[in-house]
Nanobody, 112 residues
Framework: QVQLVESGGGLVQPGGSLRLSCAASGSISSIYIMGWYRQAPGKQRELVAHITSGGTTNYADSVKGRFTISRDNAKNTVYLQMNSLKPEDTAVYYC??????WGQGTQVTVSS
């Protein structure tokens, strides 16, 4: 079973950018959907974005135009580029493979 490790979270001011990375312990080329979810305090985990093995992407309405998901199968890594960050983007961000395997999460805090 592939293990997932997220990195790249941190504290950023509103309007700033971060790039999250999700490194897999094995090949992701055959994994149909790689995705990012987030969970804010007191809220349910929600989809942020996902990308299929064919490169088709899907985004939550709240992040469209600001976030970009990509996958590098050669590096077994999935990325989430987050621009124009807002305080409401504050959450723990989780990487997932087919919503079966999950990483441990990385904290993103958007605050001045």
């Amino acid at each position: 079973q592939v293990q997932l490790v997220e990195s790249g979270g941190g504290l950023v001011q509103p309007g700033g950018s971060l790039r999250l990375s999700c490194a897999a312990s094995g090949s992701i080329s055959s994994i149909y959907i790689m995705g990012w979810y987030r969970q804010a305090p007191g809220k349910q985990r929600e989809l942020v974005a996902h990308i299929t093995s064919g490169g088709t992407t899907n985004y939550a309405d709240s992040v469209k135009g600001r976030f970009t998901i990509s996958r590098d199968n050669a590096k077994n890594t999935v990325y989430l580029q987050m621009n124009s960050l807002k305080p409401e983007d504050t959450a723990v961000y989780y990487c997932t493979a087919n919503t079966v395997r999950w990483g441990q999460g990385t904290q993103v805090t958007v605050s001045s």
